[in-house]
Protein backbone atom coordinates (compact mmCIF):
# COMPACT_ATOMS: atom_id res chain seq x y z
CA UNK A 1 0.00 0.00 0.00
CA UNK A 2 1.77 3.46 -1.34
CA UNK A 3 0.43 6.92 0.90
CA UNK A 4 -0.46 9.48 -2.04
CA UNK A 5 -0.45 13.18 -1.59
CA UNK A 6 -1.76 15.01 -4.39
CA UNK A 7 -0.71 18.72 -4.96
CA UNK A 8 -2.96 20.01 -7.18
CA UNK A 9 -5.70 17.43 -6.45
CA UNK A 10 -9.03 19.26 -8.09
CA UNK A 11 -7.50 19.93 -11.26
CA UNK A 12 -6.68 17.93 -14.88
CA UNK A 13 -3.69 15.47 -13.60
CA UNK A 14 -5.39 15.50 -9.74
CA UNK A 15 -8.69 14.52 -10.90
CA UNK A 16 -6.88 11.39 -13.45
CA UNK A 17 -4.89 10.79 -10.20
CA UNK A 18 -7.52 9.96 -8.40
CA UNK A 19 -9.51 7.99 -11.15
CA UNK A 20 -5.99 5.63 -10.71
CA UNK A 21 -6.31 5.13 -7.24
CA UNK A 22 -10.29 4.50 -7.48
CA UNK A 23 -8.93 1.61 -9.58
CA UNK A 24 -6.45 0.25 -7.30
CA UNK A 25 -8.08 0.84 -3.53
CA UNK A 26 -5.60 -2.34 -2.54
CA UNK A 27 -2.44 -0.70 -3.38
CA UNK A 28 -2.86 3.03 -3.21
CA UNK A 29 -4.35 5.43 -0.19
CA UNK A 30 -4.85 9.29 -0.21
CA UNK A 31 -3.15 10.36 2.74
CA UNK A 32 -3.47 14.63 1.95
CA UNK A 33 -5.24 16.48 -0.69
CA UNK A 34 -4.24 20.12 -1.56
CA UNK A 35 -6.06 22.58 -4.03
CA UNK A 36 -6.28 26.13 -4.14
CA UNK A 37 -9.60 27.19 -3.51
CA UNK A 38 -12.15 24.41 -5.35
CA UNK A 39 -13.99 23.86 -2.00
CA UNK A 40 -16.63 22.04 -3.26
CA UNK A 41 -14.91 19.56 -5.39
CA UNK A 42 -12.68 18.89 -2.54
CA UNK A 43 -14.96 18.26 -0.34
CA UNK A 44 -16.27 15.57 -2.70
CA UNK A 45 -13.02 13.96 -2.79
CA UNK A 46 -12.53 14.28 0.65
CA UNK A 47 -16.25 12.30 1.19
CA UNK A 48 -14.73 9.35 -1.32
CA UNK A 49 -11.14 8.80 -0.66
CA UNK A 50 -10.84 9.80 2.93
CA UNK A 51 -7.68 11.87 3.22
CA UNK A 52 -6.07 12.56 6.36
CA UNK A 53 -5.19 16.16 5.55
CA UNK A 54 -6.73 18.27 3.41
CA UNK A 55 -5.21 21.85 2.22
CA UNK A 56 -6.60 25.12 0.47
CA UNK A 57 -4.05 27.61 -0.65
CA UNK A 58 -7.17 30.32 0.21
CA UNK A 59 -7.61 30.75 3.33
CA UNK A 60 -11.43 32.00 3.21
CA UNK A 61 -11.94 28.74 1.13
CA UNK A 62 -10.49 26.48 3.69
CA UNK A 63 -13.27 28.25 6.23
CA UNK A 64 -15.33 26.98 4.57
CA UNK A 65 -14.51 23.37 3.57
CA UNK A 66 -13.78 22.71 7.44
CA UNK A 67 -17.85 23.65 8.34
CA UNK A 68 -18.43 21.51 4.97
CA UNK A 69 -16.49 18.49 7.09
CA UNK A 70 -16.99 18.88 9.92
CA UNK A 71 -18.47 15.47 10.30
CA UNK A 72 -15.31 14.35 9.32
CA UNK A 73 -11.81 13.44 10.94
CA UNK A 74 -10.27 15.28 8.01
CA UNK A 75 -7.52 17.81 9.26
CA UNK A 76 -7.82 21.36 7.46
CA UNK A 77 -5.14 23.62 6.85
CA UNK A 78 -4.42 26.14 4.58
CA UNK A 79 -1.94 28.78 2.89
CA UNK A 80 1.48 27.58 1.57
CA UNK A 81 2.46 26.72 5.50
CA UNK A 82 -0.52 23.90 4.74
CA UNK A 83 0.74 23.10 1.71
CA UNK A 84 4.66 22.24 2.94
CA UNK A 85 3.07 20.49 5.86
CA UNK A 86 1.20 18.47 3.71
CA UNK A 87 4.13 17.23 1.70
CA UNK A 88 6.19 16.72 4.17
CA UNK A 89 3.97 14.50 5.90
CA UNK A 90 6.45 11.50 7.44
CA UNK A 91 3.44 8.83 6.30
CA UNK A 92 4.00 9.76 2.66
CA UNK A 93 5.48 7.37 -0.23
CA UNK A 94 4.72 9.99 -2.92
CA UNK A 95 3.88 13.43 -3.48
CA UNK A 96 2.27 14.20 -6.84
CA UNK A 97 2.95 17.48 -8.36
CA UNK A 98 0.36 18.72 -9.58
CA UNK A 99 -0.44 22.32 -9.01
CA UNK A 100 -0.12 24.92 -11.16
CA UNK A 101 2.68 27.82 -11.56
CA UNK A 102 5.00 28.69 -9.49
CA UNK A 103 3.68 27.89 -6.36
CA UNK A 104 4.50 24.50 -7.09
CA UNK A 105 8.22 24.64 -6.92
CA UNK A 106 8.17 24.73 -2.84
CA UNK A 107 5.64 22.02 -1.83
CA UNK A 108 8.25 19.74 -4.49
CA UNK A 109 11.50 20.84 -2.58
CA UNK A 110 9.91 19.92 0.63
CA UNK A 111 8.47 16.87 -0.57
CA UNK A 112 12.50 16.03 -1.53
CA UNK A 113 13.78 17.50 1.45
CA UNK A 114 12.01 14.29 3.67
CA UNK A 115 13.05 11.85 1.00
CA UNK A 116 10.07 11.35 -0.60
CA UNK A 117 9.22 10.37 -4.44
CA UNK A 118 7.90 12.96 -6.38
CA UNK A 119 5.79 12.05 -9.51
CA UNK A 120 5.85 15.48 -11.02
CA UNK A 121 3.72 17.36 -13.34
CA UNK A 122 4.62 21.30 -12.53
CA UNK A 123 6.77 22.87 -15.26
CA UNK A 124 8.05 25.26 -13.17
CA UNK A 125 9.73 23.22 -10.80
CA UNK A 126 12.46 22.13 -13.77
CA UNK A 127 12.38 24.57 -15.83
CA UNK A 128 13.20 27.84 -13.26
CA UNK A 129 14.33 25.33 -10.79
CA UNK A 130 16.09 22.32 -11.84
CA UNK A 131 19.12 23.38 -11.44
CA UNK A 132 18.20 23.46 -7.79
CA UNK A 133 16.08 20.25 -7.67
CA UNK A 134 18.10 17.38 -9.21
CA UNK A 135 20.89 17.86 -7.21
CA UNK A 136 18.84 17.97 -4.18
CA UNK A 137 17.06 14.77 -5.02
CA UNK A 138 20.40 13.03 -5.66
CA UNK A 139 21.26 14.03 -2.34
CA UNK A 140 18.43 13.34 -0.85
CA UNK A 141 17.75 9.69 -2.45
CA UNK A 142 14.39 11.08 -4.30
CA UNK A 143 13.16 10.09 -7.55
CA UNK A 144 11.73 12.65 -9.99
CA UNK A 145 9.48 10.66 -11.80
CA UNK A 146 7.97 12.36 -14.93
CA UNK A 147 3.84 12.24 -15.26
CA UNK A 148 3.93 15.17 -18.24
CA UNK A 149 3.48 12.75 -21.50
CA UNK A 150 6.58 13.37 -23.57
CA UNK A 151 8.66 12.92 -20.37
CA UNK A 152 7.42 9.56 -19.48
CA UNK A 153 7.67 8.03 -23.16
CA UNK A 154 11.53 8.98 -22.73
CA UNK A 155 11.63 7.29 -19.26
CA UNK A 156 10.09 4.68 -20.43
CA UNK A 157 12.15 4.29 -23.52
CA UNK A 158 15.69 4.84 -21.38
CA UNK A 159 15.05 1.45 -19.78
CA UNK A 160 16.31 0.14 -22.92
CA UNK A 161 19.92 0.96 -21.89
CA UNK A 162 22.08 3.00 -19.96
CA UNK A 163 22.66 6.76 -19.19
CA UNK A 164 26.12 6.73 -21.20
CA UNK A 165 24.55 4.93 -24.47
CA UNK A 166 22.12 8.27 -24.63
CA UNK A 167 23.04 9.74 -27.99
CA UNK A 168 20.15 11.88 -28.21
CA UNK A 169 16.21 12.61 -27.39
CA UNK A 170 13.39 12.47 -29.99
CA UNK A 171 11.16 15.25 -28.48
CA UNK A 172 7.48 15.17 -30.40
CA UNK A 173 4.92 18.14 -30.56
CA UNK A 174 1.77 17.59 -32.03
CA UNK A 175 2.00 20.96 -33.95
CA UNK A 176 -0.85 22.62 -32.08
CA UNK A 177 -3.79 24.16 -34.12
CA UNK A 178 -1.59 26.10 -36.70
CA UNK A 179 1.03 23.73 -38.02
CA UNK A 180 1.96 24.75 -41.22
CA UNK A 181 0.77 28.08 -41.45
CA UNK A 182 3.25 30.96 -41.89
CA UNK A 183 3.72 34.46 -39.96
CA UNK A 184 1.61 36.19 -42.47
CA UNK A 185 -1.56 33.90 -41.98
CA UNK A 186 -0.53 34.42 -38.09
CA UNK A 187 -1.22 37.76 -37.63
CA UNK A 188 -5.03 37.41 -36.88
CA UNK A 189 -5.45 34.90 -35.11
CA UNK A 190 -7.65 34.47 -32.27
CA UNK A 191 -7.70 32.91 -28.66
CA UNK A 192 -10.90 31.28 -29.59
CA UNK A 193 -9.04 29.67 -33.13
CA UNK A 194 -5.65 28.66 -30.81
CA UNK A 195 -7.48 26.81 -28.22
CA UNK A 196 -8.79 24.27 -30.41
CA UNK A 197 -6.23 21.61 -29.99
CA UNK A 198 -6.75 18.46 -32.51
CA UNK A 199 -5.13 16.23 -30.31
CA UNK A 200 -5.27 16.89 -26.55
CA UNK A 201 -8.04 18.40 -24.01
CA UNK A 202 -6.08 20.57 -21.93
CA UNK A 203 -6.16 23.48 -20.22
CA UNK A 204 -6.46 27.06 -21.79
CA UNK A 205 -2.83 28.39 -20.86
CA UNK A 206 -1.44 24.65 -21.73
CA UNK A 207 -3.19 24.88 -24.82
CA UNK A 208 -1.97 28.41 -26.15
CA UNK A 209 1.58 27.32 -25.45
CA UNK A 210 1.04 24.24 -27.58
CA UNK A 211 -0.40 27.01 -30.44
CA UNK A 212 2.98 29.00 -30.04
CA UNK A 213 5.26 25.65 -29.63
CA UNK A 214 6.68 27.04 -26.26
CA UNK A 215 5.49 24.45 -24.66
CA UNK A 216 7.74 22.29 -26.50
CA UNK A 217 10.68 24.63 -25.11
CA UNK A 218 9.48 24.04 -21.66
CA UNK A 219 9.42 20.29 -22.35
CA UNK A 220 13.25 21.49 -23.76
CA UNK A 221 14.17 22.62 -20.35
CA UNK A 222 12.55 19.95 -18.01
CA UNK A 223 14.20 17.12 -20.17
CA UNK A 224 17.51 18.40 -19.89
CA UNK A 225 17.39 18.42 -16.66
CA UNK A 226 15.59 15.45 -15.79
CA UNK A 227 17.68 13.32 -18.07
CA UNK A 228 21.23 14.95 -17.57
CA UNK A 229 21.38 15.41 -21.15
CA UNK A 230 23.03 18.73 -23.20
CA UNK A 231 19.83 21.37 -24.68
CA UNK A 232 21.63 20.46 -28.34
CA UNK A 233 21.26 16.56 -28.01
CA UNK A 234 17.26 17.32 -27.55
CA UNK A 235 15.30 17.49 -30.67
CA UNK A 236 11.90 18.19 -31.75
CA UNK A 237 9.90 16.53 -34.18
CA UNK A 238 6.43 17.53 -34.81
CA UNK A 239 4.46 14.73 -35.21
CA UNK A 240 0.66 15.14 -35.74
CA UNK A 241 -0.42 12.02 -34.69
CA UNK A 242 0.59 12.01 -31.37
CA UNK A 243 1.23 8.74 -31.19
CA UNK A 244 4.78 8.53 -30.74
CA UNK A 245 4.64 10.01 -27.30
CA UNK A 246 8.73 10.67 -27.68
CA UNK A 247 11.98 8.67 -28.09
CA UNK A 248 15.68 7.81 -27.32
CA UNK A 249 18.16 7.27 -30.04
CA UNK A 250 21.29 5.49 -28.24
CA UNK A 251 24.59 5.25 -29.38
CA UNK A 252 23.99 2.05 -31.52
CA UNK A 253 21.27 4.44 -33.97
CA UNK A 254 18.47 2.12 -32.21
CA UNK A 255 15.31 4.34 -31.78
CA UNK A 256 13.06 3.44 -28.49
CA UNK A 257 10.17 4.83 -28.42
CA UNK A 258 6.69 5.08 -26.59
CA UNK A 259 3.56 4.83 -28.12
CA UNK A 260 -0.23 4.74 -27.36
CA UNK A 261 -2.91 6.75 -27.27
CA UNK A 262 -3.47 10.06 -26.02
CA UNK A 263 -4.21 9.35 -22.15
CA UNK A 264 -2.58 10.94 -19.59
CA UNK A 265 -3.72 7.91 -17.30
CA UNK A 266 -0.84 5.79 -18.69
CA UNK A 267 2.07 8.24 -17.53
CA UNK A 268 0.96 8.68 -14.45
CA UNK A 269 -0.57 5.27 -13.77
CA UNK A 270 3.35 4.30 -15.22
CA UNK A 271 5.18 7.09 -12.11
CA UNK A 272 2.94 5.73 -9.28
CA UNK A 273 3.58 2.01 -9.85
CA UNK A 274 7.09 2.76 -11.31
CA UNK A 275 9.25 0.14 -12.11
CA UNK A 276 5.93 -2.02 -12.29
CA UNK A 277 3.54 -1.80 -14.92
CA UNK A 278 -0.15 -2.62 -13.75
CA UNK A 279 -3.33 -3.07 -15.53
CA UNK A 280 -4.99 -0.33 -17.20
CA UNK A 281 -8.50 -0.19 -18.81
CA UNK A 282 -9.72 1.71 -21.48
CA UNK A 283 -8.55 2.36 -25.10
CA UNK A 284 -5.90 0.80 -26.80
CA UNK A 285 -3.82 1.80 -29.86
CA UNK A 286 -4.99 0.48 -32.76
CA UNK A 287 -2.00 0.88 -35.28
CA UNK A 288 -4.33 -0.42 -38.05
CA UNK A 289 -6.71 2.76 -37.23
CA UNK A 290 -4.13 5.05 -36.66
CA UNK A 291 -2.45 4.28 -40.21
CA UNK A 292 0.82 6.83 -41.40
CA UNK A 293 2.74 8.11 -38.93
CA UNK A 294 4.60 11.20 -40.01
CA UNK A 295 7.21 13.54 -38.38
CA UNK A 296 8.48 17.04 -39.52
CA UNK A 297 11.06 19.33 -38.96
CA UNK A 298 9.61 22.37 -36.50
CA UNK A 299 9.44 25.94 -38.24
CA UNK A 300 11.18 27.63 -35.85
CA UNK A 301 10.87 30.68 -37.83
CA UNK A 302 7.41 31.41 -37.59
CA UNK A 303 6.85 29.39 -34.03
CA UNK A 304 9.52 31.91 -32.40
CA UNK A 305 8.47 30.25 -29.00
CA UNK A 306 10.63 27.31 -29.69
CA UNK A 307 13.63 29.15 -30.61
CA UNK A 308 13.49 31.70 -27.82
CA UNK A 309 12.92 28.80 -25.32
CA UNK A 310 16.08 26.79 -26.65
CA UNK A 311 18.12 30.82 -26.25
CA UNK A 312 17.16 30.73 -22.47
CA UNK A 313 17.97 26.86 -21.83
CA UNK A 314 21.33 27.25 -23.30
CA UNK A 315 21.96 30.47 -21.44
CA UNK A 316 20.85 29.46 -18.22
CA UNK A 317 20.96 30.76 -14.76
CA UNK A 318 17.42 32.99 -14.22
CA UNK A 319 16.87 33.22 -18.38
CA UNK A 320 14.28 29.83 -18.01
CA UNK A 321 12.55 32.06 -14.95
CA UNK A 322 12.77 34.97 -17.50
CA UNK A 323 11.20 33.44 -20.56
CA UNK A 324 8.90 31.29 -18.44
CA UNK A 325 6.83 34.11 -16.49
CA UNK A 326 6.81 36.69 -19.79
CA UNK A 327 4.90 34.10 -21.90
CA UNK A 328 2.75 33.78 -18.87
CA UNK A 329 2.12 37.13 -18.77
CA UNK A 330 2.19 37.48 -22.64
CA UNK A 331 -0.60 34.15 -22.69
CA UNK A 332 -2.91 36.05 -20.27
CA UNK A 333 -3.07 39.37 -22.68
CA UNK A 334 -4.09 36.65 -25.62
CA UNK A 335 -6.54 35.37 -23.73
CA UNK A 336 -7.80 38.80 -22.85
CA UNK A 337 -7.96 39.88 -26.40
CA UNK A 338 -5.35 42.71 -25.28
CA UNK A 339 -2.54 41.65 -27.83
CA UNK A 340 -1.96 39.99 -31.44
CA UNK A 341 -0.87 36.08 -31.41
CA UNK A 342 2.59 36.72 -33.07
CA UNK A 343 3.14 39.32 -29.89
CA UNK A 344 3.57 37.22 -27.34
CA UNK A 345 7.00 36.06 -29.02
CA UNK A 346 7.85 40.18 -28.91
CA UNK A 347 7.13 40.15 -25.40
CA UNK A 348 9.31 37.11 -24.11
CA UNK A 349 11.98 38.44 -26.43
CA UNK A 350 11.83 41.85 -24.92
CA UNK A 351 12.08 40.72 -21.18
CA UNK A 352 14.64 38.27 -22.31
CA UNK A 353 16.57 41.21 -23.86
CA UNK A 354 15.95 43.54 -20.67
CA UNK A 355 15.27 41.53 -17.37
CA UNK A 356 18.42 41.20 -14.87
CA UNK A 357 20.16 37.59 -15.69
CA UNK A 358 21.95 35.75 -12.75
CA UNK A 359 24.15 33.11 -13.74
CA UNK A 360 23.14 30.64 -10.29
CA UNK A 361 19.98 31.73 -8.81
CA UNK A 362 18.80 30.70 -5.12
CA UNK A 363 15.24 29.29 -4.69
CA UNK A 364 14.55 32.95 -3.79
CA UNK A 365 16.12 34.76 -6.29
CA UNK A 366 14.22 32.55 -9.22
CA UNK A 367 10.63 34.21 -7.23
CA UNK A 368 12.64 37.34 -7.39
CA UNK A 369 13.07 37.21 -10.96
CA UNK A 370 9.48 35.83 -12.04
CA UNK A 371 8.19 39.33 -10.35
CA UNK A 372 10.89 41.78 -11.89
CA UNK A 373 9.72 40.20 -15.09
CA UNK A 374 5.81 40.57 -14.61
CA UNK A 375 6.34 43.97 -13.22
CA UNK A 376 8.84 44.96 -16.50
CA UNK A 377 5.82 43.67 -18.98
CA UNK A 378 3.48 45.73 -16.90
CA UNK A 379 5.19 48.81 -16.63
CA UNK A 380 5.91 48.45 -21.09
Not at 29 to 49: H, P
Not at 129 to 134: D, L, R, T
Not at 214 to 224: D, P, R
Request: aromatic share 6%.
Amino acid sequence: MKNIVILGSTGSIGTQTLDIVRNNPEELRVLALVAGRNSDLLEEQIREFHPKVAVLYDEEAARTLKAMISYTDCRVLSGMEGILEAAALPEADIVVGAMVGMIGIRPVIAAIETGKDVALANKETLVCAGHVIMPLAKKKGARILPVDSEHSAIFQSLRAGEHNEIEKILLTASGGPFRGKKAASLMHMTAKEALKHPNWDMGPKVTIDSSTLVNKGLEIMEAHHLFDVPVDDIEVYVHPQSIVHSAVQFRDGAVIAQLGVPDMHIPIQYALFYPERVALGGERLDLFKAGSLTFEKPDMDTFKGLSLAIRAAKQGGNMPTIFNAANEAAVRKFLKDEIRFLQIYDIIEDAMDNVSFSEDPSIDEVFITEKETLEYIDAD
